[in-house]
T-cell receptor, first 114, second 114 residues
């Protein structure tokens, strides 16, 4: 069966510090991968998505970046965090070979920037 | 970019009763997909129901059904015989037919009262 893991689950970082959130999918190959940010009252905002290794599409210009160094690994990074980067980050994957639009979400990572 | 609007931030329903969540969207496409996702408290988000725009018949999954009104660009979710386990945040989502990304609404928090 397929599983998705993202870590860390909770992170408290000072303004200006770097960020690295990791997401790994198991049990499938060539998944579509996504990073969303969930803010209260604003729903889910798509940050990045990837349909293959090294292929990253950015949806919102900001100080975040994403990378896909391996087929089933998706990393969200920042060189210098801002207060506005605080939020709940969700990684998700979708089946590329049978694309129905169904996304499978991770447990989420709550980031607090102080 | 497509816009998905959920105008009800919170709803409360008595156990065994029915509740309807509203969702409207804006698109110029003729073919697309619509979804309702459920995010229980402290648990992973999961797909509840999916509707293809080219299908006139409304989708149904057990106690969950939708009312899809294409001309009005409306996609409501009805939860029948509400159960305590239905307590969650519900997100409406849109995807274009040739797209890999989903656009989500702001969400509706549903609380089922015993």
């Amino acid at each position: 069966s397929q599983t998705i893991h993202q870590w860390p689950a909770t992170l408290v970082q000072p303004v200006g510090s770097p960020l690295s959130l990791e997401c790994t999918v198991e049990g499938t190959s060539n998944p579509n991968l996504y990073w969303y940010r969930q803010a209260a009252g604003r729903g889910l905002q798509l940050l990045f998505y990837s349909v293959g290794i090294g292929q990253i599409s950015s949806e919102v210009p900001q100080n975040l970046s994403a990378s896909r160094p391996q087929d089933r690994q998706f990393i969200l990074s920042s060189k210098k965090l801002l207060l506005s980067d605080s939020g709940f980050y969700l990684c998700a994957w979708g089946r590329d070979n049978i694309w129905t639009g169904e996304l499978f979400f991770g447990e989420g990572s709550r980031l607090t920037v102080l | 970019a497509q816009t998905v609007t959920q105008s009800q931030p919170e709803m409360s329903v008595q156990e065994a009763e029915t509740v309807t969540l509203s969702c409207t969207y804006d698109t110029s496409e003729n073919n697309y997909y619509l979804f309702w996702y459920k995010q229980p408290p402290s648990r992973q988000m999961i797909l509840v129901i999916r509707q293809e725009a080219y299908k006139q018949q409304n989708a149904t999954e057990n106690r969950f059904s939708v009312n899809f009104q294409k001309a009005a660009k409306s996609f409501s979710l009805k939860i029948s015989d509400s159960q305590l386990g239905d307590t969650a945040m519900y997100f409406c989502a849109f995807m274009g037919s040739n797209d890999y990304k989903l656009s989500f609404g702001a969400g509706t928090t549903v609380t089922v009262r015993a």
